[in-house]
């Protein structure tokens, strides 16, 4: 229900971004986020945005260079990415929460992408 787009390889210092949409049902009164997995690595909380676009929240490895939105009316979600370096590579996944309250907990979120693959080189 969740289907994630735009990742590829990008070099160091390049951008991207990243788009989710949802099919079948509407996910407006949710809170959306996006997480990655690095390779061999656990999957990490990158950023989340509350119901109505407000209150995006960061990790503290992207904050400053990631940039989540939505787009209520598309039903979608997006991550800009700028500055990028080889430690975010990783598969980027976008969630949408139980909640309409952000949150970086994994528990909260209960419908998941596919994941989209983000490689940079350095």
């Known amino acids: 229900q969740l289907q994630a787009s735009g990742g590829g390889l990008v070099q160091t210092g390049g951008s991207l971004r990243l788009s989710c949409i949802a099919s079948?049902?509407?996910?407006?009164?949710?809170?959306l986020g996006w997480f990655r997995q690095p390779p061999g690595k656990e999957r990490e909380f990158v950023a989340t945005i509350n119901w109505n676009g407000g209150n995006p929240y960061y990790a503290d490895s992207v904050k400053g260079r990631f940039t989540i939105s939505r787009d209520n009316a598309k039903n979608a979600v997006y991550l800009q990415m700028n500055d990028l370096k080889p430690e975010d590579t990783a598969i980027y996944y976008c969630?949408?929460?139980?909640?309409?309250?952000?949150?970086?907990?994994?528990?909260?979120?209960?419908?998941w992408g596919q994941g989209t693959l983000v490689t940079v080189s350095s």
């Open positions: 079948r049902r509407t996910f407006s009164n949710n809170a």
């Open positions: 969630a949408a929460s139980r909640y309409t309250t952000i949150s970086s907990q994994r528990a909260h979120y209960n419908y």
